[in-house]
């Protein structure tokens, strides 16, 4: 998810991209390895809702910065998320499971007061 030096730092959307890209700026981010296969044909919003669940569950940390101008939320790897790639590295790697998310159809909306 980056190091703690400004030249790689990501946000959800621009990490989500990372993976799915095998542009130079891509693999310099990645530590030089090429992108997956299941990273490459997966949907964006998959791989936006891996990081989501990853955040969720404590592998990875949001570091907020401030400007003048604008607020960004930075991915971090957290503790948890340090201790996983330890573990991969040893051969375990991590399984996180993502529960279905349900249809939109279907979903009955509140009506809005008549004039609105």
Do not use: W
């Amino acid at each position: 998810a980056g190091s703690s030096d400004s030249g790689s730092r990501l946000t959800l959307l621009k990490a989500a991209d990372v993976a799915r890209s095998d542009s130079a700026l891509a693999r310099s981010a990645r530590g030089g390895e090429s992108v997956q296969d299941i990273c490459r044909t997966a949907q964006p919003r998959d791989i936006e809702r891996v990081l989501a669940r990853l955040l969720a569950e404590g592998y990875l940390r949001e570091e907020f910065i401030f400007t003048a101008y604008s607020a960004n939320g930075y991915l971090r790897l957290a503790d948890r998320g340090c201790a996983a790639m330890a573990a991969a590295d040893l051969g375990r790697p991590l399984e996180v499971n993502l529960a279905g998310l349900p249809s939109v159809e279907g979903l009955l909306l509140p009506e809005l007061p008549k004039g609105h």
